[in-house]
């Protein structure tokens, strides 16, 4: 991808800080937005979870050799629109940057297939301008009882709402009837952007292996 094609600026310029992948995929969208890259209606930002809140990820940076890692949530961005294959923007992966999402499937999702059911993964998938103008975190999920943080947060202030400090749980939830966009099965949303709900290649690798609390 040519310097002129990109939406964002190179994986190594763009603002990230980790642990905090819901924080730099809204980074992800302001710019889009200021700088008018592409047309933000082409952009959705997609929540991965499940109600165990235990989702395993492939080709992720934090990972070891070909074992998954358990996020209990992660955060991507999705371009559409484009004459060829969809495009995933994902700071936290070893895959291109952005991917293509056929390859991101097959790579990273892979099947739901061969995974014990509270394994399964849901995608709540948001248009880019309602999460800018919804989302919101006072980042107090990434604070110990003591109030020490578990990861250090990022340098710019907490993302506000004129109305709200904290919707982050919306975004996160499963639930149909709570937050903003559709909620997916990973073949649903499989099935809607690649036209192929296996378009994930079978794993028979289990959930059981590198975790962390927040991607």
């Known amino acids: 991808m040519t310097a002129e094609d990109r939406i964002t600026p190179n994986r190594e310029n763009c603002v990230y800080t980790s642990c905090y992948c819901e924080e730099n995929v809204w980074k992800l969208c302001e710019f889009v937005k200021t700088e008018r890259t592409a047309p933000l209606e082409e952009l959705f930002v997609v929540f991965i979870s499940n109600d165990s809140r235990m989702i395993p990820l492939w080709k992720q940076k934090s990972g070891h050799g070909d074992r998954p890692v358990i996020w209990d949530y992660h955060v991507i961005l999705l371009q559409v629109g484009l004459q060829s294959d969809f495009l995933v923007y994902d700071l936290d992966t070893e895959l291109p940057f952005p991917c293509r999402l056929r390859l991101y499937a097959a790579q990273a999702f892979r ?63 499963m639930n149909p009837a709570v937050g903003w966009g559709t909620v997916f099965s990973l073949n649903q949303f499989l099935q809607k952007y690649t036209g192929n709900p296996s378009t994930a290649s079978s794993s028979s690798s289990s959930a059981q292996s590198s975790s962390a609390t927040a991607s």
């Open 111 to 173: 099947s739901d297939r061969h995974l014990k059911p509270e394994y399964h993964r849901k995608l709540r998938v948001i248009p880019a301008d309602s999460f800018l103008l919804n989302f919101a975190s006072d980042r107090s999920h990434m604070k110990n009882t003591d109030g020490t943080w578990k990861m250090p947060p990022p340098s710019y202030p907490p993302i506000q709402t004129a109305e709200c400090q904290m919707n982050l749980d919306n975004f996160i939830s």
